[in-house]
Every structure is written in C-alpha cells, then in structure tokens.
C-alpha cells in the first residue's frame, strides 16, 4: 500500500528510528535511511532530505558498491531534492551521470532511462541551455520515446 504525506514522513521517521541502531553497514538501517530521505522530499522538506539523501548515497557507495541499480535510485532522489533546492547546475552534472549510466546498464529504451532523460531535458531547459535541450531531446529521447 502506498502511503501519502504526514503519514508517509511519520513512517519513514519510525523506520529510521527502528533500525538507527544497528551498523552502517546493515541493509534495513540503509534502506529506512533512504525512505525517510524519499519521504521528506515528497513532503517537500528538501533542505531536510538533502543530508538524509547524501547519507544515504554515501554509504550505498561505500558498503553497496556493486549495486548499481539501487546507487542509481539514490542518485536520482538526490538530483531531484537539488532540483527542489533550486540547485539544479548540481542536478544537472547528477542527471548526465545516471542517464549515462541507465542507457549503458538498460538500453536507452528502457522506461527509465527514457524518465531520467526526460528529467535531465527538463533541467537543460530550467537551466536555458536551449541548444542541448533541443538537441538531447531531437537526437537521443524521442526517437527512442518513439519506438517504445
């Protein structure tokens, strides 16, 4: 079941203080951490979930390193809050990562690396580097979109 809002947040704190605990280096300590990061950014406390989300990146670089799908995930929230933050220069060196990183690992007609191009577009145009946006999204997202 998917939750929304407070209780969204109210969890992700009761998971993180359920497992705070135990080591760095345990797996529901890291996922909670990455829960309570996600909830705060969707309850739009992103000066709040930015420490969580680089926490919580740090130590999936650190402990987790060959799991690049869930590095990814990580990532992508962290672009995301920069982007709420309205620090999107940051986002935007983030996004180019893990497009780069899904199209190698997915293929660049998998859903998502379709969405994190469409994410990293966006940005490109919040930024009003046109000319990219316009070729990014000419010559790499839509005829991929396209074909999907």
């Known amino acids: 079941q998917g939750f929304h809002s407070a209780v969204k947040l109210a969890l992700g704190w009761a998971g993180w203080k359920m497992y705070l605990g135990r080591p760095a280096t345990d797996?529901?300590?890291?996922?909670?951490?990455g829960i309570l990061g996600k909830s705060l950014y969707s309850n739009r406390r992103d000066e709040e979930a930015l420490p969580v989300l680089e926490a919580n990146l740090a130590l999936r670089r650190r402990f987790w390193s060959r799991d690049e799908k869930h590095i990814l995930i990580a990532q992508s929230r962290l672009a995301n809050c920069l982007v709420g933050l309205g620090r999107r220069d940051e986002a935007l060196a983030l996004e180019r990562v893990i497009y780069?990183?899904?199209?190698?690992?997915l293929g660049v007609s998998h859903k998502?690396?379709?969405m994190t191009g469409s994410n990293?577009?966006?940005?490109?145009?919040?930024l009003r580097l046109w000319d990219e946006a316009k070729t990014f999204l000419?010559?790499?997202?839509l005829p991929v979109a396209r074909r999907s």
């Open 120 to 126: 990293l577009a966006a940005t490109l145009v919040d």
């Open 100 to 105: 780069d990183r899904r199209a190698t690992i």
């Open 27 to 33: 797996r529901f300590r890291l996922a909670s951490m």
């Open 112 to 114: 998502r690396t379709i």
């Open 138 to 141: 000419h010559d790499q997202l």
